[in-house]
Structures are given as structure tokens and as C-alpha cells.
């Protein structure tokens, strides 16, 4: 079982954590990882690009010629995908790109993402950021104390206060627990956790 240090906003050493080695220490497997942040960039997509078929286009009723005795090839409508102003074949629509991906399969990638992040030493657990006001300067300063640079905060319950103040920050995102996803863990630099997010976050994913 895995032991890490906790420190308080101030960068010092207030105690120290057991970490499960059922969600802490799972081998790393890069395939898994791939599927799950590729299910979730494909969510993402909107999908919603779309061309005109030629049946969308608007006039080319009338037939341009007519069909024998012109030396011309035969055309029907001046919208044939063949003609300048005519519809797109085989042109993208709209469509839904998300995939299926089983829930104990994300539930071990979080786990996978979670044991690389410790095994790079990247991860760090916090005891709390108590900030007197919304203020960016504020949240500044404790980023800058603890070292953190393209952080992921993972918070145990929304805190506005908090939310408010490290938004404008470049690289800084923070992050519920429940909302804690594979993609952001391996975009960001480091993954920090208050002591209750991790907690929590052990105790669900045991």
C-alpha cells in the first residue's frame, strides 16, 4: 500500500495519506486509456457539419437542353453534383460520433490514469485551500507556493469560491470528484487533490 504526504496551502507537511492499491496500483494498460479518451473526444463532437445533396438545392428543375441533337452531353439538371452551384455526393451530415464504452472499463482507466499520475509523482494531496475572498491574486499565490503549473484541482463539492478565483488562470482547472474524467487527468501536468476529494474518491472507486 502506497503512503503520500499531505500538505497545506502553505506548502507544508501536515500528515500523510494510505493510498488503495486496488485504485492507486493497477497496471498501466495505454490501450484502455486510448479507447476511454477517444470515447470521450467523440462525445464531444458536435456533429452537426453538413452539404448540400443535389435534391437540397434549390432550382434546377427545368432540364438545360434538350436531351438529343445538340452534341452535348445529356444533363437533366443544371444541380448535378457535375455542375458549378450543384449539390456535394457523399457529402458529410449530420451524425452522432459517441460510442459505447462499458462502465467498469472507464472505472479501470480512471484507475490506470489515476496509477500513472502517482507512479510520475506527479500527484499531490492537499489538506485544503481556504481563500478570505474571490480573488484571483489569491489563488495565485497558493498555485505558485504549492508549484503548480497546468494543474488539475480535484474538489470534493463545488466550491464557487474557489472556482471563481482560479478560472482566469491559464493551465489551472478544477474539478469535482464525481466529474473526475480520464482525458483531463492526462492533459494536465499534475493532478492535485484535497483531502476529502481523495477520500471520497478512494472510498467509490474500491
Same mark, same amino acid.
Given at each position: 500500500?502506497?503512503?503520500?504526504?499531505?500538505? @497545506?496551502?502553505? &506548502?507544508?507537511?501536515?500528515?500523510?495519506?494510505?493510498?488503495?492499491?486496488?485504485?492507486?496500483?493497477?497496471?498501466?494498460?495505454?490501450?484502455?486509456?486510448?479507447?476511454?479518451? +477517444?470515447?470521450?473526444?467523440?462525445?464531444?463532437?458536435? $456533429?452537426?457539419?453538413?452539404?448540400?445533396?443535389? $435534391?437540397?438545392?434549390?432550382?434546377?428543375?427545368?432540364?438545360?437542353?434538350?436531351?438529343?441533337?445538340?452534341?452535348?452531353?445529356?444533363?437533366?439538371?443544371?444541380?448535378?453534383?457535375?455542375? +458549378?452551384?450543384?449539390?456535394?455526393?457523399?457529402?458529410?451530415?449530420? +451524425? @452522432?460520433?459517441?460510442?459505447?464504452? &462499458?462502465?467498469?472499463?472507464?472505472?479501470?482507466?480512471?484507475?490506470?490514469?489515476?496509477?500513472?499520475?502517482?507512479?510520475?509523482?506527479?500527484?499531490?494531496?492537499?489538506?485544503?485551500? @481556504?481563500?478570505?475572498?474571490?480573488?484571483?491574486?489569491?489563488?495565485?499565490?497558493?498555485?505558485?507556493?504549492?508549484?503548480?503549473?497546468?494543474?488539475?484541482?480535484?474538489?470534493? @463539492?463545488?466550491?464557487?469560491?474557489?472556482?471563481?478565483?482560479?478560472?482566469?488562470?491559464?493551465?489551472?482547472?478544477?474539478?469535482?470528484?464525481?466529474?473526475? &474524467?480520464?482525458?483531463?487527468?492526462?492533459?494536465? +501536468?499534475?493532478?492535485?487533490?484535497?483531502? &476529502?476529494?481523495?477520500?471520497?474518491?478512494?472510498?467509490?472507486?474500491?
Amino acid at each position: 500500500m502506497a503512503t503520500i504526504t499531505i500538505y @497545506d496551502q502553505t &506548502n507544508k507537511e501536515v500528515g500523510s495519506m494510505d493510498l488503495a492499491p486496488e485504485v492507486f496500483e493497477v497496471p498501466v494498460k495505454p490501450e484502455i486509456l486510448h479507447l476511454v479518451v +477517444r470515447s470521450q473526444l467523440a462525445a464531444k463532437r458536435s $456533429g452537426t457539419h453538413a452539404t448540400k445533396t443535389r $435534391g437540397m438545392k434549390r432550382g434546377g428543375g427545368a432540364k438545360p437542353w434538350r436531351q438529343k441533337g445538340t452534341g452535348r452531353a445529356r444533363a437533366g439538371s443544371t444541380r448535378s453534383p457535375l455542375w +458549378r452551384g450543384g449539390g456535394t455526393t457523399f457529402g458529410p451530415q449530420p +451524425r @452522432d460520433y459517441s460510442f459505447k464504452v &462499458n462502465k467498469k472499463v472507464r472505472a479501470l482507466a480512471l484507475k490506470m490514469a489515476l496509477t500513472s499520475k502517482l507512479s510520475e509523482e506527479k500527484l499531490m494531496v492537499v489538506k485544503s485551500i @481556504d481563500l478570505p475572498e474571490i480573488k484571483t491574486k489569491l489563488f495565485a499565490d497558493v498555485a505558485e507556493t504549492l508549484g503548480l503549473y497546468k494543474a488539475l484541482i480535484v474538489v470534493k @463539492d463545488a466550491d464557487n469560491k474557489l472556482l471563481l478565483s482560479a478560472r482566469n488562470i491559464p493551465g489551472i482547472k478544477l474539478i469535482s470528484a464525481d466529474q473526475l &474524467n480520464v482525458y483531463d487527468i492526462l492533459r494536465h +501536468r499534475q493532478v492535485v487533490m484535497l483531502e &476529502n476529494a481523495a477520500q471520497d474518491l478512494q472510498e467509490r472507486l474500491k
